[in-house]
């Protein structure tokens, strides 16, 4: 063994000890910490031909790197939408990396780590009271989930025409309605060859709405005459965290085959609480849902999981397995994760999702997104009260989309919001609603409390002034 990498091992613990309380010392200032910076580097460190040992590595990187470290994880990050790490996701993911599985097998690789991740699966699916015909598993964000959704139904869509697009390529067009998709779904269907272009725009209710028009909907399917396609519906759209009528869409399924997909990747959440699960009723017809957890779970990046229709295992294998051998038998049998999704080797990503699940339960979750939602209601009402802005949806949920009011302020908005932003109290991230520029806040951290609220609206103020408006 190299003698650095020795020494290393011999002083291990005291190295570990160094970086808890790095850790810690982070966290207990989180508050303070700036949501953006200035500082810069130069990435091109040379590289040592003697390696300097953790501890001194640890010491360039607080010298060099760690200024350049946000608090996105704070309570005042709200671009994006972004999550923080509980506590308990936090043990999970430490010791994710120290037991360090490969999890693939329930009976090789990786030990039965596998089993971890369907028991954590089967809590997630009681958490959003979902039924377990759904086979799960986690993957690194919802862009990865929305693949491994959408890559199936890709080869849903070439069985129904006789064909296997898996093997043979696409050769079809492939018939894809969506009304207002993440951009990670268009991006999907480059992955997937079936090419970013290549679906059809199905109105949203008219108003200040980004859900699905049914009636519109039956419109485009009418004219499809009877061929199968795939819906792309969304649970909790980005700038105004709209839902498409999932009981509506359940009903087509009586009249026409089309493979229904739901990214919700933040929005699924409003499952947890009686005050919101209204807003997913009928979700549990879907084939395949996408979900975060690295937004409104609140761990550690980078964490999702996808679910699946069981009775759609063969279709899911057919796409991800991992040998040219056909695949005998019982897919469910001789399980291993790496024949149905993308990666082959992955972490035990589970662990943070399983840590905070039996740490802070069914309640746990629904507090945070109840109190998610309570505060983005009142950032609105804060915002509403200044005069100067102006809603540009209402607030449906945990996201706040809003806009200096009037149209001779259109060209403000970027300096306004730039300036807020490099302030480094409150960050918020730019969107385009309804043919106006705007600005949007998203709620999802378990830390951001009602002060935070008043420190953000003094910030704006702030940036008011100096804009001298
Ligand atoms: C964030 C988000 C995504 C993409 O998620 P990643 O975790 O960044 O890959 C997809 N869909 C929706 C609705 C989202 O909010």
Not at 109 to 135: K, M, R, V, Y
Request: hydrophobic share 40%.
């Amino acid at each position: 063994m190299n003698a650095i990498v020795q020494q290393d091992l011999n002083t291990f613990e005291n190295i570990l000890e160094k970086t808890k309380q790095q850790g810690i010392d982070f966290l207990n200032n989180i508050e303070n910490i700036p949501t953006s910076n200035t500082v810069s580097i130069d990435p091109n460190r040379a590289l040592n031909e003697l390696g300097l040992g953790s501890l001194e590595a640890l010491k360039e990187f607080n010298e060099r790197l760690a200024p350049l470290i946000v608090s996105s994880s704070g309570p005042r990050y709200w671009g994006f939408v972004t999550g923080g790490s509980t506590p308990a996701s936090i043990v999970g993911d430490w010791l994710a990396a120290v037991y360090d599985q490969n999890t693939q097998s329930i009976k090789a690789q990786g030990g039965a780590s596998a089993l971890i991740e369907f028991e954590t699966i089967n809590l997630l699916l009681q958490l959003l009271d979902l039924p377990n015909s759904f086979l799960g598993g986690f993957v690194t964000g919802a862009t990865m989930s929305n693949f491994t959704c959408l890559g199936v139904a890709r080869q849903w869509f070439g069985k129904q025409l006789g064909k296997d697009f898996a093997k043979n390529g696409i050769s079809e067009t492939i018939n894809i309605l969506t009304a207002t998709p993440h951009s990670s779904s268009v991006k999907t269907l480059s992955m997937l060859g079936i090419g970013s272009q290549n679906y059809t725009t199905v109105k949203t209710i008219k108003g200040n709405r980004e859900a699905i028009d049914i009636a519109d909907l039956e419109k485009t399917i009418a004219a499809l005459n009877g061929q199968p396609f795939l819906l792309i519906s969304s649970a909790g759209t980005v700038n105004t965290a709209d839902f498409d009528d999932f009981e509506a869409i359940a009903n087509l399924r009586q009249k026409h085959t089309f493979w229904w997909h739901i990214d919700a990747a933040f929005g699924g959440f409003a499952a947890v609480s009686d005050k919101f699960k209204h807003l997913v009723k009928g979700w549990e017809e879907a084939d395949s849902i996408t979900v975060d957890c690295h937004k409104w779970l609140n761990v550690p990046y980078d964490s999702a999981f996808y679910l699946i229709k069981k009775e759609h295992a063969d279709l899911q294998i057919e796409t991800f397995q991992n040998s040219n051998a056909p695949y005998l038998g019982n897919p469910l049998e001789n399980f291993n994760y790496l024949n149905v999704l993308p990666e082959n080797s992955r972490r035990l990503r589970a662990l943070p999702v399983w840590f905070s699940l039996l740490a802070y339960g069914k309640e746990g979750f629904k507090d945070v997104v109840e109190n998610s939602v309570a505060l983005a209601l009142h950032f609105g009402n804060a915002l509403i009260e200044e005069d100067v802005f102006e809603l540009l949806a209402p607030i449906r949920l945990n996201n706040v989309c809003f806009t200096l009011k009037g149209d001779h302020n259109e060209e403000k908005v970027t300096e306004f919001l730039s300036r807020l932003n490099d302030r480094g109290k409150v960050f918020m991230t730019p969107t385009f609603y309804n043919g106006r520029k705007g600005i949007r806040a998203s709620f999802v951290n378990w830390r951001t409390k009602e002060n935070d609220i008043a420190i953000a609206i003094e910030e704006m103020k702030a940036v008011l002034v100096d804009l001298k408006m």
